[in-house]
């Protein structure tokens, strides 16, 4: 893949998800990123609306691997457009179970791994007054994360069809096992920080609270049968709070 | 009585710029949470810190942004299962914050005085306004389901420029979104929202101050709870043993 289309490609990757929308999800969005390709090509109309006709369907996957995709669809609709066999089907069928395989990674790796385990290091810091690291440790992620899909766009169109493989490797699993682990360490590291700086703030049962938390925020899922968002916890807590704040007038402590 | 902060010259001068600014600032935090780039920086705790820098304010940012940070851990905003606008909300609510030049707020390091019933206040409102703005990101996601199905008529012309006009309206009208709703939510925490603080009494404060201590605990464990208890205990009290070790030996 030449400089220019990479770059393109590669500018329009980051607007993936502009266009969310609930029923297609990002399928105007993987349309937007392949048209860099598509223009490149000088196409005439008839090709154009049959390109169109394939992308236009469902598609969603995670936006940061959302790159080898779109390199290995760019590689094969370049075989195309160059004479090569490629059936129509066998697109859709790329990019549908590509799709589905990276959002399923890309769920466990950044939305369940890495965005806790940042996120905590960062309250980390916070907790130590560092504010400028806290904004250093997300200005590192959005260099890993452009560079991962600067890289991924050239791994993709590299591979075509290859890629596949790329998904039996065990790093993906390695890498989700130590993430996570990595995100309790930093879960329990805010805790024993966040407990040797609040207890000079006694005299409202903070301590107790804190502990009160962790045993509602694992309850609740168990009790209700699912997990309730942040903010409903939020409002649920300040429920428990009230409780919390007579039990404690009551007793006077 | 709200006790109030001497506010800054920079402050007092330019509050009104500042606020054109915050506006700015949420419009893209709003793009990066999901639009565009998507490097976290749209999570509370950094969107709430760069709030309280452009104030000249970081200790806000940061009380503010670390217990919905902590919160809000355990959301997974992924697809359809997205929930609330805590990127608005959490920038509202900081810039209000300091707007109000409000006392009190930040994060404990012995020598601040804390008002933390208030602090409990300004977190209670960041989490009902994120509840407030996901209704509208949801109107958002419809309008953009409405356009896309007007990108069909690519398929029939073989117009692409329609498509990508459509795709980048969808990045405006984001960044608009979130802007706009920044403002609106500043002036209604610091117009409406902190005003109610000194008429909620001593049991209310009493509870609200109970509020600061109570949502990390929350967060950590409802990620206890997403992980699997049993296999979590041995990291979590690694982590924690760690972290309290390295406090004694900090503290002696």
Redesign the interface.
Known sequence: MDMLLRLRLFLRL??L?????????Q???L??CL?AW??RQGAD?????RF??RY?GFF?TN??LAGFLVGGLARLETEGSEGADIPRQLLATYRDSLGRAFASLG?QLF??GL??A???V???L??M?K?MA??GV??V??LF??GLRWWSLGYGFGSGMDILGLLDHPFWHKAIWFI??L????????????????Q??GG????S??????????????VLRR?L???????I??V???V???A??LTGS | MLTLYAPTAMVVASSWTLLAGTGLLAGLLC?DE????????G?P??AA??T??LWGR??V??AV??P?????????????SF??D?VTAAVAVTAAACRASLAGIG????SLS?D?ALW?WL??GA??L??VG?RLVRAE??A??L??HE??L???????GR??R???Q??GV?FLRGAALSIVYVLLVQELWLPVFPRLGM?GH??????P???????????????G?RR?WT??????????LS??VL?S
Not at chain 1, 204 to 207: F, R, V
Request: glycine letters at 16%; charged letters at 10%.
């Open positions: 980051i607007l998800q502009a266009s969310w929308n609930s029923q297609r999800m399928n105007l969005g349309l937007y048209l598509l223009r109309a008839d090709f154009r609306r169109f006709r236009y969603n936006p940061y769920d939305w369940l965005r806790p940042l996120t905590l960062a309250c980390l916070a907790l007054g504010p806290v904004v997300f200005a992620f959005m994360q452009l996570k682990r995100a309790l360490v930093a879960a329990g590291a805010v805790a024993g920080v966040f407990l040797g700086k609040f000079g703030l409202t049962g903070g301590l609270v804190f502990g009160v938390g962790i045993g509602l925020g694992m309850g609740m899922p168990l997990r968002p942040g903010e409903v916890m939020l409002l807590g300040m428990v709070c009230g919390l704040g007579f404690i007038s | 793009l999901t639009g565009a780039v998507q490097s976290w920086l999570q705790l950094p810190l760069l309280g820098l970081p200790e940012g940061l942004g670390f919905l940070q902590m919160v809000l851990v355990g959301n997974l905003p992924v697809g359809q929930v609330g805590p994060m404990p390091d012995g804390l933390v409990g977190l209670l989490g009902l994120s509840l996901h996601r419809e953009f389901g356009w896309m990108g069909r690519s398929l029939r012309d073989g117009d692409p498509l990508e459509l795709h980048l969808c990045v984001t049991y009493r509870a609200l101050a109970l509020l201590f109570l949502l990390p605990g929350l967060g950590i464990g409802a990620l206890i709870e997403r992980y208890c979590c990291w979590l009290v690694a982590g924690a043993g760690l972290a309290l406090w004694g503290a």
